[in-house]
């Protein structure tokens, strides 16, 4: 990117990667990204080049993971990456080697707390991480959407479920974002055309709904960001 904003190809882009990325997600320190490939159940992992922002193959990508991946995040110290697999309803917990930037799958997978998990946020102060659970409708009752929230444990990045969790959204919630501070969480409801707004308890992670939640959106809302100042 100019100055001016103009696009610049990279060359050799576009890279390849597998047959399904859906999520894609880079680390903190730009050095590496990782792309989510549905058809192989595997994530392939690429070394940024910090000159010219070209991409090569990791060794050893693509990595198997054995589930079914949909979208993806890092905590802020690069040490972790969460992945969401709604054909199972788990999170996959991965840890990422400093220097390499090669994935290895840390313990088994943990259930996501409800159905069909997608898109996920870790807080920027490295506690809690939270994860959209788009519901069920097809079950009888339907299983409403919903907000899971886990505390981050900073050595070994395992995942306990917050007291509560999950915490209902609209229906079929599909993106969030936390805020630079840790104090909200935002989840867009796409089947409702609205944004489900959280408080962040300060410590345990505990979700409550913001007064006058959800507040209304643009029709079929599914991704959110917070712009800084």
């Keep these: 990117m100019t100055a001016q904003g103009t696009l610049t190809k990279i060359p050799g882009s576009p890279f390849a990667a597998g047959g399904g990325d859906e999520g894609i997600v880079v680390d903190p320190a730009g050095k590496f990204l ?7 159940s595997t994530i392939t992992a690429f070394k940024i080049d910090q000159t010219t922002g070209a991409l090569t193959a990791i060794a050893g990508s693509p990595f ?9 995040v890092i905590e802020r110290t690069g040490k972790f990456m969460y992945v969401s697999a709604p054909e199972t309803d788990n999170v996959l917990v991965l840890s990422i080697n400093p220097s390499t ?16 998990p997608g898109g996920l946020a870790a807080s920027p102060d490295g506690k809690f991480l939270f994860i959209a659970n788009n519901g ?4 009888v009752p339907a299983v409403p959407g919903s907000v899971s929230a ?22 079929n919630p599909k993106r969030l974002t936390v805020d630079p501070a840790s104090k909200f969480v935002y989840a867009t409801n796409e089947d409702s055309d609205n944004m489900s707004a959280f408080s962040i308890t300060r410590g345990t992670g505990v979700l ?3 007064n006058g939640s959800p507040f209304a959106t643009n029709v079929g809302s599914e991704g959110v960001v917070i712009t800084s100042r």
């Design 34 to 40: 990782y792309a989510a490939d549905s058809n192989t």
């Design 64 to 72: 198997a993971l054995g589930d079914v991946p949909k979208f993806m």
């Design 101 to 116: 930037g090669a994935l290895t799958t840390v313990g088994s997978p943990v259930a996501s707390g409800g159905p069909n």
């Design 136 to 139: 069920d409708n097809g079950s």
């Design 150 to 171: 886990f505390a981050i444990n900073p050595s070994s990045g395992a995942l306990t479920a917050v007291a509560g969790s999950p915490f209902t959204a609209g229906p």
């Design 208 to 210: 409550t709904q913001i």
